[in-house]
């Protein structure tokens, strides 16, 4: 027995893995493509375990992918595989195109083609979970309430407008050829392994390196965050016994303004690793020109995954920040590695006052 999994390297999906692994005994085939976000340093500690097997290759590489699910025979496939950052969309859509779009739409055509040649026993089994977001929804007014699976779609951003034509064509797929789909859409998560270019990582990076903590606008957009602990086995469970064809919102149900979700990490660090000067760090904030499009509050309303399936966030907003910043403060060396001349580059450009 086997599933794929669709970016594995990245940050949700090597969570996933990893959490996998330590709870199933079936193998997992990890097909990512490494981008700037893809570091298989986060799976160092699989090396030698033969119920990984890594693949480098794209998910819109329709021939790689045939021939890995000839191969290896899975009985799911898990889609992470995604550009996902709204900053880096805006500045270059393109490529949020091509994998979002373009990608998914490969992936599911030869998923199609897989599950339509299984026998019955493995057909009837067979399942297509695509990985999404809450931004595919819009963006909410301050006492609007939260987005539940019938919302309407209204994406913002070149992001959010890929993800929402990729959630789509997963929908088709199931109404038009019966593929066994499964659809989630998740808050914003954070935890252990998360690309630095993310608000959590980004700030306890740059106040940990001196740097100015970049806040957009007046800091007073809201998100609802979730711990990728939490969303991991959300997944799982929407795999295990999910309805075919459904939607499920995952949220942390821990709504927080931006600028306090700083403040928060400043004290966090205050109290593990004090400045040498004796000051906060929360005297680097920096407020920077606001980004175009800047959604103003997200959030997700989980009452049908805990209904149908019985799944809610173990942690909360305090937990969770805390188990991050004691992550990031132990695993330095993994955070120096991801930060390449590139990275710093980029977020030097998008980060300007």
Same mark, same amino acid.
């Given at each position: 027995?086997?599933?794929?999994?669709?970016?594995?390297?990245?940050?949700?999906?090597?969570?996933?893995?990893?959490?996998?692994?330590?709870?199933?005994?079936?193998?997992?085939?990890?097909?990512?493509?490494?981008?700037?976000?893809?570091?298989?340093?986060?799976?160092?500690?699989?090396?030698?375990?033969?119920?990984?097997?890594?693949?480098?290759?794209?998910?819109?590489?329709?021939?790689?992918?045939?021939?890995?699910?000839?191969?290896?025979?899975?009985?799911?496939?898990?889609?992470?595989?995604?550009?996902?950052?709204?900053?880096?969309?805006?500045?270059?859509?393109?490529?949020?195109?091509?994998?979002?779009?373009?990608?998914?739409?490969?992936?599911?055509?030869?998923?199609?083609?897989?599950?339509?040649?299984?026998?019955?026993?493995?057909?009837?089994?067979?399942?297509?979970?695509?990985?999404?977001?809450?931004?595919?929804?819009?963006?909410?007014?301050?006492?609007?309430?939260?987005?539940?699976?019938?919302?309407?779609?209204?994406?913002?951003?070149?992001?959010?407008?890929?993800?929402?034509?990729?959630?789509?064509?997963?929908?088709?797929?199931?109404?038009?050829?019966?593929?066994?789909?499964?659809?989630?859409?998740?808050?914003?998560?954070?935890?252990?392994?998360?690309?630095?270019?993310?608000? %959590?990582?980004? +700030?306890?990076?740059?106040?940990?390196? @001196?740097?100015?903590?970049? #806040?957009? &606008?007046?800091? =007073? /957009? !809201?998100?609802?965050?979730?711990?990728?602990?939490?969303?991991?086995?959300? %997944?799982?469970? +929407?795999?295990?016994?999910?309805?075919? @064809?459904?939607?499920?919102? #995952?949220? &942390?149900?821990? =709504? /927080? !303004?931006?600028?306090?979700?700083?403040?928060?990490?400043?004290?966090?660090?205050?109290?593990?690793?004090?400045?040498?000067?004796?000051?906060?760090?929360?005297?680097? #904030?920096?407020?920077?020109?606001?980004?175009?499009?800047?959604?103003?509050?997200?959030?997700?309303?989980?009452?049908?995954?805990?209904?149908?399936?019985?799944?809610?966030?173990?942690?909360?907003?305090?937990?969770?920040?805390?188990?991050?910043?004691?992550?990031?403060?132990?695993?330095?060396?993994?955070?120096?590695?991801?930060?390449?001349?590139?990275?710093?580059?980029?977020?030097?450009?998008?980060?300007?006052?």
């Amino acid at each position: 027995m086997s599933i794929i999994v669709t970016g594995g390297a990245g940050f949700i999906g090597a969570n996933f893995v990893l959490d996998w692994l330590r709870r199933h005994d079936e193998t997992i085939i990890n097909l990512d493509k490494l981008t700037y976000a893809g570091n298989l340093e986060s799976l160092a500690s699989l090396e030698g375990n033969a119920r990984h097997q890594f693949v480098r290759g794209e998910i819109g590489d329709s021939a790689l992918v045939g021939q890995l699910l000839t191969r290896h025979q899975p009985r799911a496939i898990i889609n992470f595989a995604a550009e996902s950052h709204v900053d880096r969309s805006i500045d270059g859509p393109e490529e949020f195109i091509q994998t979002n779009i373009v990608g998914t739409f490969r992936l599911l055509d030869a998923a199609r083609h897989y599950w339509a040649d299984l026998p019955a026993e493995d057909k009837a089994r067979f399942r297509f979970l695509h990985v999404s977001t809450d931004e595919v929804y819009g963006s909410l007014e301050h006492n609007e309430p939260a987005f539940t699976e019938i919302r309407r779609y209204e994406p913002n951003s070149p992001y959010s407008a890929s993800k929402a034509a990729s959630d789509h064509l997963v929908r088709a797929y199931h109404h038009t050829y019966g593929l066994p789909v499964l659809t989630t859409n998740c808050s914003n998560n954070y935890g252990p392994f998360q690309f630095p270019e993310k608000l %959590i990582p980004l +700030v306890i990076h740059n106040a940990l390196a @001196g740097k100015p903590l970049p #806040i957009y &606008g007046d800091g =007073q /957009q !809201v998100r609802d965050w979730l711990y990728v602990e939490d969303h991991c086995r959300a %997944i799982r469970r +929407v795999l295990e016994a999910g309805r075919i @064809g459904e939607t499920y919102n #995952i949220g &942390g149900g821990s =709504q /927080q !303004v931006n600028l306090d979700v700083v403040r928060t990490l400043c004290s966090q660090l205050d109290t593990l690793l004090p400045r040498s000067d004796g000051n906060s760090y929360q005297k680097q #904030i920096t407020f920077v020109k606001d980004r175009p499009g800047h959604d103003r509050r997200y959030a997700i309303d989980a009452t049908k995954i805990d209904r149908e399936l019985g799944w809610k966030p173990a942690e909360t907003f305090e937990t969770g920040i805390q188990k991050t910043v004691r992550w990031y403060l132990a695993n330095q060396p993994w955070v120096k590695n991801v930060t390449s001349g590139a990275y710093r580059s980029w977020v030097e450009r998008q980060y300007h006052a």
